[in-house]
Each structure stands twice: as structure tokens, then as C-alpha cells.
Nanobody, 115 residues
């Protein structure tokens, strides 16, 4: 059974930082493309950042220079370091694992940026 478990969300003031973690089980983590998506109320889910099995990264223009995705294959964990957070970053953040036709989601973690 595949499980992706996110943690690290919460309430933070504008300009603050958070680090999200997602630990996977039930898959060969190292061969999967891992990604972070987010969905704000009334909006579609969007890709925030992704990292390939080889460590190449991609991120949305809206988070470039502020968010960093990384992975630790020994711990089956992918991270999203979020700095300089803005109110518009408020959303539920979802972890995703993808390889060919296999696609898995975590349950999501809420990030709220507010003063």
C-alpha cells in the first residue's frame, strides 16, 4: 500500500518560512519524480515544484527564488523549503509521486500566511 504523509504546514506571518516534508512508503522512492502541488480555495490545483530521480528541479514562476524542493532518497522524503512567504501562498499543499502511469497523492497539509 502506497502512502505519502505530509507534515510541516501551519500558520506563518508574511515574510516567514516553513519547511514541508513528505515521507513515502510502499514505493521505490528513488525512481519516482516527486512534486509539491497546492490548491487555494476556489482555484485549481497547481504545480509548485518538482524533482526528478536524478535531482533536476522545476518550479512555478510564482515561487522561483523563494521555494526550494529537495529530496533525501535514504529517508524516502521530499522537502519544500518555503521562504519569504506571501498571503497568496496560502493553500493546501499536496505531495505527489509520479512514474509512468503510476500517480500517488498525499492527504495535504494546510499552509496559511497571514498577519
Amino acid at each position: 500500500q502506497v502512502q505519502l504523509v505530509e507534515s510541516g504546514g501551519g500558520l506563518v506571518q508574511p515574510g516567514g518560512s516553513l519547511r514541508l516534508s513528505c515521507t513515502a512508503s510502499g514505493i521505490i522512492f528513488s525512481i519516482y519524480v516527486m512534486g509539491w502541488y497546492r490548491q487555494a480555495p476556489g482555484k485549481q490545483r497547481e504545480l509548485v515544484a518538482s524533482i526528478t530521480s536524478g535531482g533536476s528541479t522545476n518550479s512555478a514562476d510564482s515561487v522561483k527564488g523563494r521555494f526550494t524542493i529537495s529530496r533525501d532518497n535514504a529517508k524516502n522524503t521530499v522537502y519544500l523549503q518555503m521562504n519569504s512567504l506571501k498571503p497568496e501562498d496560502t493553500a493546501v499543499y499536496y505531495c505527489n509521486a509520479k512514474r509512468m502511469s503510476n500517480y500517488y497523492w498525499g492527504q495535504g497539509t494546510q499552509v496559511t500566511v497571514s498577519s
